[in-house]
């Protein structure tokens, strides 16, 4: 269960080689954790985020093998993962950026992305929101991003995809009033992980601890919607109301 | 039936729950024999703080329908457990009788009074809530309906002990037979002292409490320095006659919906602490109170609870031997140098403890805070301060709690196997569940 404090004694991480998601399990701490299930595609990343916590002092981590992409499989997943015991956060961290030039050379690269992070990561949200409905307590994080608020040149097959899995998340805030659970959405700016680490750093960087800050506070606050950092959510309102010309010169 | 987001009284951890109001015994059993997945539990006025009173995507009974109150000659009653205590005293009046344990609020039901054996301000002299239960009805999760009491023996004992103070776990009660306390009125006769240091509190309370039947400090848990712990020590007895104290009457102030920010924070808590400590008169002998102004001022102001905002009150209420009393002004400290204000702080001298495993009082000190659930930190200012109570050999309220881990409780409740064992043959599947009892593993 959730304590008055908002910290949770299980968590299912989607996506569980995240360093975001591991960011917020840190700031989460071991105190009230006793169940941690890391689920994603069986590998290194995924071995070095169960040693990692485990060498962290936390207890009870598992992990478990999960394709985002492939659909079939989910509702067995989820089920096996719930009847298990209670889940008390699921963080849906699971992504890939890709490459735009890529996807524009390669659009079945562009479907695939898409298929991980909206189409599989849709499948997988639906399936919790209807467990944790049953289950009548709960909070699913589900992590889209900044880029999905204003398409760029730059990256809108990406964005695209997280716009897509935003709408879903904000979807899920509304179907779950009142159910006992609730959803919690959250919009990264540009975060400093293995995902972004060949990329120029962009304005207002954060390191994964703050983005895993913004989700546990969010978590514990109530929230239906955070930006990490909050500085994002007023830049993102101007971004967004742009005129397409000016937004043009702005080259990113 | 209706779907319902439950919460406790400090509004910390919702959960929904499928709300069945029962009207006999028979629903009750009906309810327990063809419980769903995620269990059964029953509930009361919600006037418990945390998650105990929850059962998340499950049943919750509401027994308000059974509040039949019967006030024998003999001066016991024997009520429904559905019934308020607030008209339980009303009926009892008119016998020269009060109720033996009030707490500090009459919007609890007899249920929850057992369920978490309540205290009150007389508890140095009387004990708790369950010290005075004659005979409970308790239907077990197999639909089978026990009479169970003080005077049963063997395993109906242990499941009477187990009850009293089990949170709900053990048993649905049904009924409760009370030994009602005959008193002269139902006014009280109050005296009251300001002082100006936690030890002069403490000093106080421990010197003259034998001589009053109810004794309870509020104590200044925000005042700077040496002056941190002053307080105003009430102490009082039924009067020998006077105006009668009944508890009726709506709440005057009620705030029918929650602010989006938090009324109470570090700087109003100051204020009122601070005022109020002022407008104490430094001693005063002898006033007669009604029944709501000495026991449950706060009635008086409804849904105050809602002034916490979204983020809501978190109590904490420990129970200390005498012997480690020198903890109590080092959770203070604690809680005023960590930032944590405290809105309202009782201190209250326990006397002994009865033989109810999960029962929370026991010989030594109790003292409570109200903090808003906003406040920055909370989670580990209070684990810091359960550490406290535990190296102290003391103990945290279940009444009052949505946050203690399982380990926790378990040095905290020396006694919970034998607890567990009723537990275990009472309801092996585990159909009696709260978010509590998932919360604690129990
Ligand atoms: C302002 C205020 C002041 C308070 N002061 C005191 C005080 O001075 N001393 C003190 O001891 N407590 C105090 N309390 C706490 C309160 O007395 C207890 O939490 C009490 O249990 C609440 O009763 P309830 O009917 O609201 O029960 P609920 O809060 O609804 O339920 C509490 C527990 O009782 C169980 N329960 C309820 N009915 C039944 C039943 N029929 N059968 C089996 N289990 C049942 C529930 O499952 C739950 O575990 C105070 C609370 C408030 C809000
Ligand atoms: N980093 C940023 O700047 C940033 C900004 C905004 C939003 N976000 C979003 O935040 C989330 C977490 O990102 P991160 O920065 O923590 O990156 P990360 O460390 O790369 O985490 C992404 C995780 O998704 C997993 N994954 C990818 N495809 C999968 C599939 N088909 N099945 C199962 N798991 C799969 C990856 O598994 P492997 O370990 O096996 O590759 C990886 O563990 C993503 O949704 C991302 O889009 C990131």
């Not at chain 1, 499948?123 to 467990?131: D, E, F, K, T, W």
């Not at chain 2, 009944?246 to 100051?270: D, H, K, M, Q």
């Not at chain 2, 009865?354 to 659930?373: H, I, K």
């Not at chain 2, 920055?376 to 009444?399: C, F, H, Q, S």
């Amino acid at each position: 269960m959730i304590d008055a404090h908002g910290r949770p004694q299980s968590v299912l991480v989607l996506g569980g080689g995240s360093e975001i998601g591991l960011a917020a399990l840190r700031v989460f701490g071991p105190t009230t954790l006793r169940r941690i299930v890391l689920a994603g595609r069986p590998g290194a990343s995924l071995d070095s985020a169960v040693q990692s916590l485990t060498s962290q002092g936390f207890s009870g981590v598992v992990a478990a093998d999960l394709d985002v992409a492939d659909v079939p499989t989910h509702e067995a997943f989820v089920d096996a993962a719930f009847d298990a015991g209670d889940i008390d956060v699921v963080l849906l961290v699971a992504g890939v950026l890709g490459d735009q030039a890529e996807f524009e050379a390669d659009p079945d690269a562009a479907v695939a992305a898409a298929q991980v992070n909206y189409v599989g990561s849709m499948s997988l949200a639906l399936h919790v929101a209807r467990r944790l409905t049953q289950q009548a307590h709960g909070v699913i994080v589900v992590v889209s991003s900044v880029a999905g608020e204003r398409a760029r040149r730059s990256n809108f097959v990406y964005g695209s995809t997280k716009a897509a899995i935003d709408s879903v998340g904000l979807g899920l805030v509304e179907v779950l009033r009142g159910t006992g659970a609730r959803a919690l959405v959250v919009r990264p700016g540009f975060v400093r992980t293995r995902m972004t680490s060949h990329l120029p750093e962009a304005p207002l960087a954060v390191d994964p601890d703050e983005v895993g800050r913004a989700i546990v506070d969010g978590i514990a606050g109530g929230k239906e919607l955070v930006y990490a950092p909050p500085l994002m959510r007023p830049v993102m309102s101007v971004l967004r109301h742009l005129p397409r010309p000016v937004f043009r010169r702005l080259g990113i | 039936m209706p779907d319902t987001v439950l919460s406790g009284w400090g509004r910390t951890a919702p959960s929904r729950a499928d709300v069945v109001a029962v009207r006999s015994t028979d629903d009750v059993v009906a309810a327990l024999t063809s419980a769903g997945q995620r269990g059964v539990l029953a509930r009361g006025l919600g006037r418990s703080y945390g998650d105990a009173a929850q059962n998340a995507g499950g049943t919750v009974l509401d027994l308000s329908s059974l509040g039949t109150i019967d006030v024998g000659s003999d001066g016991v009653v024997r009520a429904g457990a559905g019934a308020v205590l607030a008209d339980v005293i009303d009926a009892l009046e008119p016998h020269g009788l009060f109720v033996p344990v009030s707490p500090g609020t009459s919007r609890v039901t007899l249920g929850g009074a057992v369920a978490a054996d309540v205290h009150g301000k007389n508890h140095h002299r009387d004990g708790s809530f369950g010290d005075h239960v004659v005979e409970l009805e308790v239907i077990t999760p197999d639909g089978a309906v026990q009479r169970i009491g003080p005077s049963s023996s063997g395993e109906d004992l242990a499941h009477f002990r187990a009850t009293v103070g089990g949170m709900g776990l053990t048993g649905v009660v049904t009924e409760v037979v009370l030994r009602a306390m005959p008193v002269p009125s139902q006014a009280v006769l109050v005296d009251t002292c300001q002082l100006g240091s936690l030890d002069a509190v403490m000093e106080r309370m421990s010197s003259t409490d034998d001589g009053y039947r109810y004794s309870v400090a509020w104590i200044d848990a925000t005042a700077p320095g040496a002056a941190l712990g002053r307080g105003v020590v009430t102490q009082g007895d039924h009067a020998p006659a006077g105006p009668s104290g009944g508890v009726a009457a709506p709440p005057r102030i009620a705030l029918p919906i929650a602010p989006p920010v938090g009324l109470v924070n570090r700087w109003t808590v100051r204020a009122f602490n601070e005022a109020w400590f002022r407008k104490a008169p430094a001693s005063r002998d002898a006033e007669l109170q009604t029944v709501r102004q000495f026991f449950h001022p706060l009635d008086g102001v409804g849904a105050w609870n809602r002034a916490y905002g979204p983020r809501g009150l978190v109590q904490h209420q420990c129970a200390v031997p005498d012997s480690e009393s020198a903890v109590i002004a080092r959770l203070l400290e604690h809680f005023r140098d960590s930032g944590a204000p405290s809105f309202l702080s009782v201190l209250k001298r326990f006397g002994p403890g009865n033989d109810c495993p999960l029962s929370f009082p026991r010989a030594g000190w109790t003292l409570a805070v109200d903090l808003p659930g906003a406040t920055p930190g909370l989670a580990r200012i209070l684990d810091r301060a359960d550490e406290l109570v535990l190296e102290a050999g003391g103990r945290t309220y279940l009444a009052k709690d949505a946050r203690v881990s399982p380990e926790a409780l378990r040095a905290m409740y020396p006694r919970l196997d034998e607890w567990l064992e009723v537990r275990e043959r009472v309801d092996p599947r585990r159909v009696l569940v709260s978010d509590l009892s998932r919360r604690l593993s129990l």
